[in-house]
């Protein structure tokens, strides 16, 4: 697989020789995150009637991230994306987005274009203020019915077992890395690292994240499936858990408002899931992992861009750390308690 070496116009060109595109056909990067190269296709048809244009977006896996520390990953990922997508659109179409075609080949695969005219992505909606605890509602729905229809499936456990890529995408330059700039936690960071990779037990998205989220009405969509891994699903919602509390910090004045996403998050998580005893292990997991990915997003491969007050990274760094050290026995006990903090910490004002 040779897509990541492609300059843009021999990407157009792989574009027009797989039949996907015609010579006219034009290529506008989209914002995105990190991993892969993301275009608008821009182009035109005319089959036997007047000129239509066509719009859709490709997106091609790349091998060397775009962060600051040095960190690969194998381009095959892009493969378990385009699985990801089909196992989930068999029971959530709409929570999909539509593919159209894929390149094993060339790691890329073209997928239907959810315009902003329609669509708005949630974690810009967060950070411009607009908190609306419904939409992380609908996140928990979706991610307790993805795990509830991939526990114990057999084809979903073959078809995902990206163990590797899971490791170079997450364990490691989330919370192997963070273990070892905080030497004193890291066996505690090591241990949980160790126990999250032996740990196969449903479907995990991998990057269960409001950029990777787009509401349209009532249509939530999740894009970005990359990191996808039949493993334990407390990282997925650790994840989403994490970010909502990195919004938290960086806003200060919508402690209500985010305190009750997560709420809703998990309440929606439950019912969904259906299943009473891997809910609450569901939990008493997240209340470990939440406070490492909050240290990783501060000194990990992939820090957080939008918190630049030092004073608020600090004092998400010493929290974390200390309830990395002296975890909450649950997940509402940790939430409580990170709030609480907040909101006495003066940071809020």
Not at 224 to 244: I, K, Q, R, T
Not at 276 to 282: G, H, I, V
Request: charged fraction near 25%; hydrophobic fraction near 40%.
């Amino acid at each position: 697989m040779s897509g990541q070496q492609q300059t843009h116009g021999e990407f157009l060109r792989q574009l027009v020789a797989d039949g996907l595109a015609s010579p006219r056909a034009r290529l506008a990067p989209l914002a995105g995150g990190v991993s892969s190269d993301i275009y608008l296709v821009s182009d035109v048809e005319n089959a036997s009637g007047p000129t239509r244009q066509r719009r859709f977006v490709v997106k091609r896996a790349l091998a060397r991230l775009k962060v600051k520390d040095d960190w690969r990953a194998d381009i095959g990922r892009n493969i378990s994306e385009q699985r990801f997508i089909r196992y989930v659109s068999e029971f959530l179409p709409d929570a999909m987005p539509r593919l159209i075609a894929g390149s094993e080949q060339h790691a890329y695969f073209a997928m239907e274009w959810l315009d902003d005219q329609r669509f708005a992505n949630w974690k810009t909606l967060l950070l411009h203020g607009q908190i609306d605890p419904r939409h992380a509602a609908m996140a928990g729905s979706m991610l307790g019915t993805i795990h509830a229809r991939s526990a114990g499936d057999p084809h979903a456990a073959r078809t995902f077992a990206t163990d590797r890529n899971f490791h170079e995408l997450r364990i490691g330059p989330y919370l192997l890395t963070t273990g070892r700039r905080h030497q004193d936690i890291q066996p505690i960071i090591d241990a949980e690292a160790r126990r999250l990779g032996q740990t196969h037990e449903a479907l995990v998205h991998g990057d269960f994240s409001p950029k990777n989220m787009l509401i349209g009405g009532q249509r939530m969509v999740l894009l970005d499936c990359e990191v996808a891994w039949y493993g334990d699903p407390a990282f997925d919602g650790a994840f989403l858990a994490s970010h909502l509390c990195l919004k938290a910090l960086y806003h200060g004045r919508f402690l209500g408002e985010l305190r009750q996403s997560i709420d809703r998050f998990m309440s929606s998580y439950a019912t969904s899931r259906a299943d009473e005893a891997a809910t609450r292990q569901f939990q008493h997991r997240l209340a470990r992992l939440v406070p490492m990915l909050l240290l990783a997003r501060l000194d990990g491969k992939s820090p957080v861009e939008y918190l630049t007050d030092q004073n608020r990274r600090q004092w998400l760094r010493d929290l974390a750390r200390e309830l990395i050290a002296r975890p909450a026995g649950a997940f509402d006990d940790f939430v409580q308690r990170y709030f609480a903090c907040l909101s006495d910490s003066g940071l809020c004002r």
